[in-house]
């Protein structure tokens, strides 16, 4: 069964930093394209990162460039997401999510990160 | 960016009742379109990719169709578990981006 499982949210102030994580499991994860998607309170879903399969090549949103940075371990299946410089506008659920060809098919519960004073 | 926009934004519907949901790109994307469904307190869950097909394990009611620039999924004989809000989103051009939502309700 195909497992993704953030954590690492939590309350930060603004300007202040965070590292989220996705342990995955169940499918051979060096070989996908994974993603983070976030999900501010009450709003749609909007696209964050991508990673190719040996980290090689990685696109962001522009809301997010600069600031965020996406990285993986092949070896312990494991994502990372380090968000820095973080802003009010940041607050969301965000998701770590599989990618196959342009499409989205496995995702993980999300994890709550709260940017406030 | 392509803009995706849904419609309706909410609809209610009946047991039994065919729902169809709309989703129109500002650009052409060929079939780089998938549909989404997700419950609330959930993660999306994939239902269509490439427009049209169906993901293995998903039910039959479920269909999606269109190309380019105009897409519609369609629920055939809704059920109650149907309840939730449904997603578009293109993959032909980064940014990736997905459409408002269209939150069903029986």
Same mark, same amino acid.
């Given at each position: 069964?195909?497992?993704?499982?953030?954590?690492?949210?939590? #309350?930060?102030?603004?300007?202040?930093?965070?590292?989220?994580?996705?342990?995955?499991?169940?499918?051979?994860?060096?070989?996908?394209?994974?993603?983070?998607?976030?999900?501010?309170?009450?709003?749609?879903?909007?696209?964050?990162?991508?990673?190719?399969?040996?980290?090689?090549?990685?696109?962001?949103?522009?809301?997010?460039?600069?600031?965020?940075?996406?990285?993986?371990?092949?070896?312990?299946?494991?994502?990372?997401?380090?968000?820095?410089? #973080?802003?009010?506008?940041?607050?969301?659920?965000?998701?770590?999510?599989?990618?196959?060809?342009?499409?989205?098919?496995?995702?993980?519960?999300?994890?709550?990160?709260?940017?406030?004073? | 960016?392509?803009?995706?926009?849904?419609?309706?934004? @909410?609809?209610?519907?009946?047991?039994?009742?065919?729902?169809?949901?709309?989703?129109?790109?500002?650009?052409?994307?060929?079939?780089?379109?998938?549909?989404?469904?997700?419950?609330?307190?959930?993660?999306?869950?994939?239902?269509?990719?490439?427009?049209?097909? #169906?993901?293995?394990?998903?039910?039959?009611?479920?269909?999606?169709?269109?190309?380019? =620039?105009?897409?519609? #999924?369609?629920? @055939?004989?809704?059920?109650?578990?149907?309840?939730?809000?449904?997603?578009?989103?293109?993959?032909?051009?980064?940014?990736? =981006?997905?459409?408002?939502? =269209?939150?069903?309700?029986?």
């Amino acid at each position: 069964e195909v497992q993704l499982v953030e954590s690492g949210g939590g #309350l930060v102030q603004p300007g202040g930093s965070l590292r989220l994580s996705c342990a995955a499991s169940g499918f051979m994860f060096s070989s996908y394209w994974m993603s983070w998607v976030r999900q501010a309170p009450g709003e749609g879903l909007e696209w964050v990162a991508n990673i190719k399969q040996d980290g090689s090549e990685k696109y962001y949103a522009d809301s997010v460039k600069g600031r965020f940075t996406f990285s993986r371990d092949n070896a312990k299946s494991l994502l990372s997401l380090q968000m820095n410089s #973080l802003r009010v506008e940041d607050t969301a659920v965000y998701y770590c999510a599989s990618l196959t060809g342009d499409a989205f098919d496995f995702w993980g519960q999300g994890t709550m990160v709260t940017v406030s004073s | 960016d392509i803009h995706m926009i849904q419609s309706p934004s @909410s609809v209610s519907a009946s047991v039994g009742d065919k729902v169809i949901i709309t989703c129109l790109a500002s650009q052409r994307i060929g079939n780089y379109l998938a549909w989404y469904q997700q419950k609330p307190g959930k993660g999306p869950k994939l239902l269509i990719y490439a427009a049209s097909s #169906l993901l293995n394990g998903v039910p039959s009611r479920f269909s999606g169709g269109g190309s380019e =620039t105009a897409f519609i #999924l369609t629920i @055939s004989n809704v059920q109650p578990e149907d309840v939730a809000t449904y997603y578009c989103q293109q993959g032909q051009n980064f940014p990736i =981006t997905f459409g408002q939502g =269209t939150r069903l309700e029986i």
